[in-house]
């Protein structure tokens, strides 16, 4: 049986004991016969895949040692496998109650850590896992239950997070510093006459370098909210924790200063070409040109929203009906955008995957049940942090126009 299968029913056997067990400790009384009886054969199954697993483990690495290839753990097509059944809220739930993690989780988080050759303070989580956000049973009490609608959350209004979207280039699993060969200028060509020596040239090259930069931030959960509610309460908890790194990645992507631990962003890179706040048809057409002069085909707009309403109430030839500056949502046929990581007064037009984006950590949660002000009120603080950077490959991609 495969490696992955063989997890899998592990994680099967893992839960159905936690369900009986929990099932007990709702109706506050000690398992029945029968449930002994069928947690007693569950911890039979469950041992014998975990040594079946250990076995397969073994059997890997020494086949890949064969073949010459390193061993690191699981090949990354199962470790991509394996981050698809880690529940962040089953993490959380163990830090707090003291409980090792069992199942998929603590067989990712192990994997995690022999990865990345460090071991976490509280738990590896997958970078992934991390994608919407959740509060407490106050602002979101029709949680608790059976007939939730998680889906239905009302959160806060806030800031889009976009600058992933437009297709930066991520690099995971990172250890040391990164040095990525750069080309600066090449050979010289020309035609000659006959017996003529050809130009010479010398090539030379630069690089893009990353270097590992913390980023984290603290939130606080009640501990109503994650030990009593339903399971779809596991989105709403990756939401709130996404939202305390995701909005500090895509600042620094688009605005980081390079100081004080800070990424250095796209608005701030050396080289960066610059524009005048185009306002007629043919600038914003100067703005592509400069562009084109540098071989950069795959451009898009990022901007504020109050830039792209000027844009949107601007004539191309005013008075000749030739329509706006910006219309259907995109700008000369290109896609915009708008962020509030965005400078007032800023448009940014570039290609997006010249932007490299370092991970060297998948996203660490720990859980503290006694900080205040969260013990006092019956809650629980949850940090989460990453170890990243940010990089812009070619700076001529980017063109950035600057004005009212």
């Keep these: 049986m495969k490696l992955n299968a063989l997890r899998e029913q592990r994680s099967t056997k893992v839960a159905s004991m936690k369900a009986l067990v929990d099932k007990a400790a709702t109706e506050s009384r000690d398992l029945s016969a029968d449930e002994i009886k069928q947690f007693d054969s569950l911890k039979v199954e469950e041992r014998t895949l975990a040594s079946q697993i250990e076995r397969a483990e073994y059997m890997s690495d020494i086949e890949r040692r064969a073949a010459g290839e390193p061993v690191s753990g699981a090949p990354a097509s199962d470790l991509d496998k394996l981050a698809g ?93 990164v040095s990525i060969p750069k080309y600066g200028n090449g050979l010289e060509t020309g035609w000659v006459t006959e017996g003529q020596a050809v130009p010479e040239g010398v090539m030379g090259f630069d690089s893009v370098t990353l270097t ?39 600042r620094a992507i688009i605005n980081g200063s390079g100081l004080l631990g800070e990424p250095l962003g796209i608005l701030n890179t050396a080289g960066i070409q610059t524009a005048e706040m185009p306002d007629t048809w043919l600038e914003v057409l100067a703005m592509l040109e400069k562009l084109d002069d540098v071989e950069i085909a795959n451009g898009r707009w990022l901007t504020t929203a109050a830039i792209r309403t000027l844009l949107a109430g601007t004539e191309k030839v005013v008075g000749s009906g030739s329509g706006f500056l910006y219309q259907g949502g995109s700008l000369a046929d290109l896609p915009l955008v708008t962020s509030k990581n965005v400078p007032a007064k800023k448009l940014i037009l570039g290609d997006f995957s010249q932007v490299l984006l370092g991970v060297w950590s998948e996203v660490d949660i720990l859980v503290n049940p006694f900080a205040e002000p969260a013990y006092s009120r019956g809650g629980v603080q949850v940090r989460a942090m990453a170890t990243l950077d940010t990089a812009v490959r070619h700076a001529q991609g980017f063109v950035v126009a600057t004005g009212a």
């Excluded at 913390?214 to 990756?238: C, D, F, N, W, Y």
Aim: glycine share 10%; no cysteine.
């Design 85 to 177: 059944s880690v529940l962040t809220i089953k993490v959380i739930q163990a830090q707090m109650n003291g409980t090792p993690l069992d199942g998929a989780e603590a067989e990712y988080a192990k994997e995690a850590e022999r990865r990345s050759g460090r071991k976490a303070e509280g738990a590896f989580i997958p970078f992934k896992n991390l994608e919407r956000r959740a509060n407490t049973t106050t602002t979101a009490s029709d949680l608790v239950g059976v007939d939730h609608r998680a889906t239905d959350y009302i959160g806060p209004l806030r800031e889009s997070l976009v600058a992933r979207s437009l297709g930066v280039r991520v690099l995971s699993g990172l250890v040391g510093n």
């Design 212 to 250: 590992p930069r913390h980023v984290g931030g603290k939130t606080e959960m009640s501990r109503q909210l994650i030990q009593q509610s339903a399971p779809g309460i596991e989105q709403l908890v990756r939401e709130d924790l996404s939202f305390l790194i995701a909005k500090q990645i895509d």
